[in-house]
DNA sequence: TGCTATTATGGGAGCGGTTGCAGAGACTTT
DNA sequence: AAAGTCTCTGCAACCGCTCCCATAATAGCA
């Protein structure tokens, strides 16, 4: 079944150079004698041993894909899956597999070494990686391309591509300030973590814009997750000047929380207070009332890495590739559905 | 960096074939030489080119997860991610790497044809494969070794994975007429698909256990979707003789739209009815009332299946492998937290 | 003690590609 | 017409590892 070049060189009296020539795409072979082996590389279908390529040419097309410890419990929600759709579709259309690394704690080191040293891959995505993993080193060292998923601040080595948070935050903020609120609240990320940094940039951002002085009571830090929205939420309630007339949640957990909060109090969501979250996670679209939120573009993400990394192992050498994506404002009704004003 | 086979020897002061011995564990090499080998292995950090072992020996250690087109819906749970954790960490176990390959109508045959031609798997995870699906066909005529994930009831040649569906469905059943419910209905998945014809045999199993006469009137197929659920439950809410007094759903999602289609009638969950799911997805608990159901181990699942097909691997000619693995009831308040009558 | 197992090691032929190099024609150039 | 280019092709040397086979050393046995 596993045919050879040599066989398809013998069946059509050319030499092994010649077709692998043909093969590859490879200039100096006459139009006839190419299109006669193309022939018969088709009938006998042809389809070359990656091993020996790989072995002799020192690349496999294959793009490893790591998912670092820890995030597995953010499978929850539909990003991993739809981050590994963009990228695997990304790359069936340029001929690339995907291998797949979810790490775990215990096998991270071998597993590590065993990507690096194998020459398995030709690059690496990194899917949220955190500032200190190790496995950033490891790949700086060994000099193998990879892109990250998540803007990283502290490396200026590092390729990445990311939604460009800050614009996306500063658009919602923008927005509510437009419909007239004028108290704008926010429920940060944590500030550790980029996302939830430029999320904040971003918020500031848009009060500058307006003129608006910050209020340092009114920003108040989460941890993305439901419960922290909750707490967060309550520590707004709790201030003396209220919580404001609307919430920029950094996240659509924290977002659920945060209206968890609000019912227990009796307060209505637009009326006596707006919210927006972040994400467009499934479940905005279903909350009560419906959540507006920004909308990532997850997928593309995904596709966007591989293309980038795909492009980055054909020229190595290449300075690293900054790449933000916009996101999409999805206005439903948890932030009025008319102007406030 | 890329440490080689002949290094290692040389500075051993041994020849390549013994440090391949040593590296392979295999028998016939003098202890005292082996500890001395294995030392500068690790001293080199040698790692062993995958590519070359690959082409030398035939096998890759990498193992193919295919997850066919249109289940990519499917992904609004976390199934995959579970799925895949489990795969990959049994992988992980046993020195192996996991190739991901996510379907995609347009490149479907062609990657088909790469993934068996090219000997870059040892063999492939197919994840919820349709009946009929082609890439089945391929490898069975490739011979390549594979198993699925989910019964396949056609083909006897196959080997695969699954939830024991019939006694899962047969237990739940159970627990209820234990319960005291007298006029247990239920509501189907579509009876093509195997899963959904298993958990209507163990139903009926259940009472015929307790030689209760089937009522086919109490028997509404549904496809497994929200809409599916709502659509049967207003069907056995506008029975003559009444929807009974608890209802099996085969689903998760259907629960949640017979919950739906109960709320708009008015009646209470479970005090004028009892409702039971079946996967145990993230929301199954947060329902209101949460839902009783029976929970899938999803990630051992995928964890059998990687050490299921890597035997099979290493001892081709088997006969193929059948395991249903055992679920867990998961019981909630809606089907009452205390025995009925 | 001689002769056959057994164990430890090295040699070398692949595995299926890629690629530098050389040579054969055909085609320009002066 | 001789020399220089260019295009097309084949040869052969790898890439790093596995595994069969030969050989040497040691052990087992009559």
């Not at 092994?16 to 190419?34: C, H, K, L, Y």
């Not at 670092?68 to 899956?81: C, H, M």
């Not at 957990?253 to 968890?260: E, K």
């Amino acid at each position: 079944m596993a045919t050879t070049l040599e066989e398809i060189a013998k069946s059509a009296g050319v030499s092994r150079s010649t077709v692998s020539r043909v093969i590859n795409d490879q200039p100096n072979v006459d139009q006839e004698t190419r299109a006669r082996v193309l022939l018969v590389a088709e009938s006998l279908n042809y389809q070359p041993n990656i091993a020996a390529r790989s072995l002799a040419a020192g690349r496999t097309q294959i793009l490893g894909l790591a998912i670092p410890a820890g995030v597995s419990t953010l499978f929850a929600d539909p990003y991993f899956p739809l981050l590994i759709q963009g990228i695997t579709s990304a790359c069936n259309a340029q001929d690339h597999s995907v291998m797949l690394w979810v790490g775990e704690p215990e096998y991270e080191r071998r597993t590590i070494r065993r990507l690096l040293a194998g020459g398995l891959v030709d690059g690496v995505i990194l899917a949220s990686a955190l500032v200190d993993d190790p496995i950033l080193e490891a790949l700086l060292k060994r000099g193998l391309p990879f892109v990250m998923i998540g803007r990283h601040a502290t490396s200026d080595r590092t390729s990445y591509i990311d939604v460009d948070n800050l614009n996306s935050a500063h658009e919602m903020v923008a927005y509510l300030l437009r419909a007239g609120y004028k108290r704008v609240a926010t429920i940060t990320g944590p500030r550790n973590m980029v996302a939830g940094a430029d999320r904040l940039q971003g918020y500031l951002a848009a009060l500058r814009e307006r003129k608006i002085a910050c209020d340092p009571s009114l920003i108040v830090e989460g941890d993305f997750t439901e419960e922290g929205g909750y707490r967060a939420m309550q520590r707004l309630l709790s201030l003396p000047t209220g919580p404001g007339d609307a919430v920029f949640v950094a996240s659509d957990g924290m977002a659920l929380g945060a209206m968890r909060a609000l019912r227990e109090v009796g307060k209505r969501v637009p009326d006596d207070i707006a919210l927006t979250g972040f994400d467009d996670l499934p479940f905005a679209a279903h909350m009560d009332p419906p959540l507006t939120t920004v909308r990532q573009p997850v997928y593309r993400l995904g596709a966007v890495a591989a293309e980038t990394l795909i492009e980055m192992v054909s020229h190595p050498g290449a300075s690293p590739r900054r790449i933000l994506l916009p996101t999409e404002l999805v206005i439903r009704s948890s932030c009025g559905s008319l102007p406030h004003r």
